[in-house]
């Protein structure tokens, strides 16, 4: 191979040969992952909305099983029966018998999956932030931008300039030197270091947008939703707090599920949580109140609610909701609701969504969106972010 | 490369034993490297992607240690061996011998010849041609573009006509002159009548031969030649795979009886070899055993055949009943089909153990009756034509639609519709136009699967 191109552009010891210098494979392997990366990409929306993704919030990746990809030919039609040549002992086998007894089909089915080129999954790992990036793109949705004056504002201590007398631990020993040699260049005979040479880093206190927010997650556990119901909301929550994390430093998250009472769970209970009862939103209103107020205080964070329910409520809840939601809404940044209705015809037409709309009526900061399937989940996170930026430009 | 000590003393022991062969070019490389040349089919070939997926496979596998690669070779002036550099030099021993075995072969059976004729001796310098112009196409065009010839090209890899030639004119424009009917005898007398002006025959050279005048089977040429958008480039990538294809045929047509050929001359070089100590024929002995066995490990049946093991006891059979010089003319003049079909005989198949079997689909595996032709029949099915399914262009219309026909009836049924349509889709991307293929569905009914008939 000695008229291979690799020989003549690389240059290399005599013991390295040409192939040791590169891989035909595994580039060809790299570019087959890009190509599937490519059209994960591509159909990412659809993909995130299913459930075979799985979240691990910890390390901010998420992996998604997909099918090597295979490159098609021509081939026969699968027939009933597939005839071969073995080979055995002679004498071993006669005609008749049976080297293996039958299966059961669906197992036969998932053996033969396995066995095939195409049946392999890969488990891909994106990076949440990746993802989001290009859905963003994808989705065209605002960027969301800090706004001046509305949001909260924390005092941040900066470096700036510098001073000739401070506290010795902000001494900065490499401009005190410079200082030094610029003077010495000048001077006869002069002494190493003056303390004129000493410069100090001086702090001043600046102000910049708050970086800490909170996100509530109010579940409506009540009998009436679904597991089906859950898995929407839970899609829902996710995507939310993925585009809020673009926005905010520190992001913290509270879970609540509530029937006739509310409490709070941690992540990994919060979506397997099932309660018989009533329904009362007010109760879990109230503990976010209380949670906002004793930990979260909205002088200090951002503070956003999301409530997912299928609409149903005590009529004579509503006041006490209506109270409560008023309270919230003004001390946080936006109130969302999530309503899961599995049929769409009476979306948004129910107790709940009327309450959210009297709030909106008045101008406060809510915004309400029905989820009756998979694809209903990115119209909503769009519109939620879009009006984001509406808010944000206003 | 340190040559191995056995290789010159091999090289003359085969010559006096009969065999002729071109000078074969040994080169030690690591195993990460045979098992790239073993998925590529070549030391450097044209990059896509659908090798690094075989790359990833043959690579767990390797690891696994279901399959050790001890050689690669390939046919040629002179040819080239490549040896994995974890072979023992015991183990080396066999495998030179195997490798002049394949170089005796390659030189001398006649589908070899030809392929070479045509295709040059230097497959190896050629593939790496290949893939260098691919890769500057890749960097003119775009690696998008070019990926999306080699999708389909290489989906079509199969679809080559081995009675072809491998340069081959392009179809006379013109339909042959049939020849007027004789003017003799009773049609004479209606020829011309009495008082009638001969009516002027119309010129032949006027009437257009319909494209294509026969079913054409092989794709990438047709492709190449009478795709109405095509790029140069694009058609250049198209011939480059054919020709590629040209080089595999043999190979792929001949398996059984290459290596038999090259299993039976290793054990008679070594047998015969007196300048190898005891213990190293002993090993090397114990390395043609784990190549030239039916059963994998300790099994005692195996669902299919190894072909080393058939072509070597076939081969043996051949020489100790026919002579060596009978068995040289069968290996010169025949291919795998002849080959099976003339001398695998019902004691033979007997003596090794051959059966028939039938696997349905709920898994149950049941012997059939022992019958020769079946076990024939069952050998070589997977062997005819390529390995793929029969295809043939049936008309290219005014409107540029490409008809393809599959042969259901030689194939026994019908195209599996999802790939088809996959592979159609690639073939649309060059085609530009629509492409049609008529085949039996799985319930053996006609139907067309169109692609890229603009929907209205």
């Known amino acids: 191979m000695k008229q291979s191109e690799h020989r003549d552009r690389i240059p290399q010891s005599k013991d390295t040969e040409w192939y040791d210098l590169f891989s035909r494979g595994a580039r060809d392997w790299l570019r087959h992952n890009e190509k599937i990366r490519d059209s994960v990409k591509q159909h990412l929306p659809e993909l995130i909305a299913g459930s075979d993704v799985i979240s691990r919030p910890d390390n901010r990746t998420l992996r998604v099983p997909v099918k090597l990809l295979e490159h098609y030919r021509f081939r026969l039609n699968d027939s009933d029966q597939k005839n071969g040549v073995g080979q055995a002992q002679p004498g071993k086998v006669k005609a008749g018998d049976i080297l293996r007894p039958a299966r059961g089909l669906f197992d036969s089915a998932g053996r033969q999956a396995g066995n095939e080129p195409g049946g392999v999954q890969l488990l891909l790992e994106f990076k949440i932030d990746d993802i989001v990036d290009w859905l963003w793109e994808e989705l065209e949705l605002p960027n969301l931008e800090p706004r001046p004056g509305e949001t909260l504002v924390d005092e941040q201590l900066v470096r700036e300039g510098w001073d000739r007398r401070g506290a010795r631990s902000r001494l900065d020993r490499r401009r005190t030197l410079k200082e030094a040699i610029k003077r010495r260049s000048v001077q006869d005979d002069a002494p190493d270091f003056t303390n004129e040479d000493l410069r100090f880093r001086q702090l001043a206190k600046r102000q910049r947008p708050a970086m800490n927010a909170v996100v509530f997650f109010l579940l409506d556990a009540s009998s009436s939703m679904e597991e089906a119901d859950r898995k929407l909301a839970k899609a829902f929550f996710f995507w939310v707090l993925q585009g809020l994390r673009r926005q905010y430093l520190n992001i913290s998250t509270v879970f609540i599920a509530h029937t006739a009472a509310a409490w709070e769970f941690s992540e990994e209970e919060f979506f397997k949580v099932t309660a018989q009862g009533g329904t009362q939103a007010s109760s879990g209103f109230a503990l976010v109140l209380e949670i906002l107020e004793t930990r979260f205080h909205p002088s200090r964070y951002n503070a956003y609610l999301f409530y997912a329910s299928d609409g149903d409520n005590f009529i004579e809840d509503r006041e006490p909701s209506e109270a409560a939601l008023e309270k919230v809404a003004a001390a946080g940044n936006f109130v969302g609701y999530v309503e899961i209705a599995q049929t769409l015809s009476d979306a948004l037409d129910t107790q709940m969504s009327a309450l959210f709309q009297s709030l909106l009526n008045r101008g406060l900061r809510v915004g309400s969106y029905a989820i009756g399937g998979q694809e209903d989940i990115w119209p909503g996170i769009k519109k939620f972010f879009n009006q984001q930026a509406q808010h944000g430009a206003s | ?456």
């Open chain 2, 1 to 456: 490369m340190k040559r191995n000590p056995y290789c010159g003393p091999l090289e003359q022991l085969a010559h006096d034993q009969g065999l002729d062969f071109y000078p074969v070019e040994f080169e030690m490389v690591p195993p990460s490297f045979m098992m790239e040349v073993a998925v590529y089919g070549f030391p450097v070939r044209m990059p896509h992607w659908s090798f690094g997926v075989r790359y990833i496979y043959q690579l767990v596998q390797h690891r696994m240690g279901h399959s050790k690669i001890f050689e690669v070779v390939f046919p040629g002036n002179p040819g080239r061996a490549y040896l994995a550099n974890t072979n023992t030099i015991q183990e080396n021993a066999l495998v030179i011998a195997h490798v002049l075995g394949h170089a005796d072969f390659s030189k001398n059976n006649l589908l070899f010849q030809r392929a070479q004729e045509q295709a040059g001796y230097h497959v190896v310098e050629q593939a790496a041609a290949h893939a260098r112009h691919i890769e500057n196409a890749a960097s003119a065009h775009g690696q998008e573009r070019v990926e999306m010839v080699l999708d389909a090209a290489l989906a079509l890899e199969q679809h080559i006509d081995d009675n072809q030639t491998l340069s081959r004119p392009p179809y006379p424009a013109h339909a042959p002159a049939e020849d007027p009917p004789p003017a003799a005898g009773f049609r004479k007398r209606f020829t011309s009548l009495p008082g009638e002006v001969p009516r002027k025959v119309k010129g032949h050279e006027h009437v257009r031969a319909p494209v294509p005048p026969h079913p054409e089977y092989d794709l990438l040429w047709f492709i190449a030649h009478y795709a109405p958008e095509m790029e140069d480039w694009e058609r250049d990538i198209f011939l480059a795979v054919r020709e590629e294809s040209f080089y595999f045929y043999p190979v792929f047509s001949c398996q059984i009886m290459n290596e038999g050929w090259a299993s039976y001359w290793h054990a008679r070089l070594l047998r015969e070899a007196r300048f190898l100590p005891n213990d190293h024929y002993l090993d090397a002995l114990r390395a043609h055993s784990d190549v030239v066995r039916p059963f994998a490990g300790e099994h005692e049946i195996a669902l299919q055949i190894n072909p080393y093991h058939l072509g070597f006891v076939l081969w043996d059979r051949l020489v100790e009943d026919r002579g060596l010089d009978r068995a040289r003319r069968i290996m010169q003049e025949e291919d795998d089909f002849s080959f099976v079909h003339n001398y695998l005989d019902e004691e033979l198949a007997a003596e090794l153990g051959l059966f028939s079997y039938s696997a349905k689909r709920c898994g149950e595996i049941k012997v059939n009756d022992a019958d020769i032709n079946a076990i024939r029949e069952q050998i070589l099915s997977p062997r005819y034509h390529f390995g793929a399914p029969r295809i043939g262009v049936t008309q290219l219309r005014t409107d540029g639609t490409l008809d393809l026909k599959h042969d259901a009836i030689a194939d026994g049924r019908g195209l599996d519709s999802e790939y088809a349509r996959k592979v159609l889709e690639y073939v649309h991307c060059v085609w530009r136009r629509p492409v049609e293929m008529h085949t039996l569905d799985e319930r053996n009914r006609e139907t067309v699967i169109k692609v890229g008939i603009k929907s209205h």
